[in-house]
């Protein structure tokens, strides 16, 4: 059987690999909704928590996002499923470009380094002049080689969320 060899990985200040702690991402970007004082909130909570690194997104288009009918779960707090339309939700999200300046300002100030899922390549721009310490590829964008080839050229370690993505998706990816 041959051996897998697995390179250490530089990410912000943070060395991942087999001998090295996990890095773990909170990610405030679902969870906020356009308000910037509870991502506020949510900041100094990750601060508070002694971790390194927060993950946002950079979403500033809805029109990145289909509007074929697709729909998230998620669960609700009484244990049950729910789910709701991924175009309405992805509305939610949408900030403008200076109040993605403004949040990103708030997680450099907290001492944090940011990765930022990317939705297209203006995204991508704004990532690096926003100091990124990595890039993520959302499982949806997996094979949209165009961000792939854009978010590889920073230079930046590029995470690919393969979370709801096909197998086929990921190989050719």
């Known amino acids: 059987m041959d051996q897998v060899i697995i390179q250490d990985v530089q990410i912000g200040s943070q060395t991942v690999g087999p001998n090295h702690p996990p890095l773990i991402l909170p990610d405030i970007d ?27 997104a950079i979403l500033e288009d809805p029109e990145v996002v289909l509007d074929n009918g697709a729909e998230e779960k998620f669960l609700r707090k009484d244990g049950t499923i729910g789910s709701v339309n991924y175009r309405q939700l992805i509305h939610k ?17 907290a001492g944090l380094e940011l990765v930022v899922s990317v939705y297209d390549t203006a995204g991508v721009d704004l990532a690096v002049a926003e100091g990124a310490v990595a890039i993520k590829i959302p499982s949806s964008n997996i094979t949209f080689r165009v961000l792939i080839e854009a978010a590889a050229r920073t230079g930046l370690p590029l995470i690919m ?3 709801k993505a096909t197998m086929p998706e990921i190989t050719r990816a």
């Open 30 to 56: 679902m969870f906020f909704n356009g308000d910037l004082a509870v991502a506020e909130r949510l900041i100094a909570c990750v601060k508070a928590a002694g971790l390194t690194t927060i993950k946002a």
């Open 93 to 109: 999200k949408i900030l403008t470009r200076l109040q993605h300046q403004d949040l990103f300002a708030t997680v450099r100030k």
């Open 161 to 163: 969320d393969t979370g």
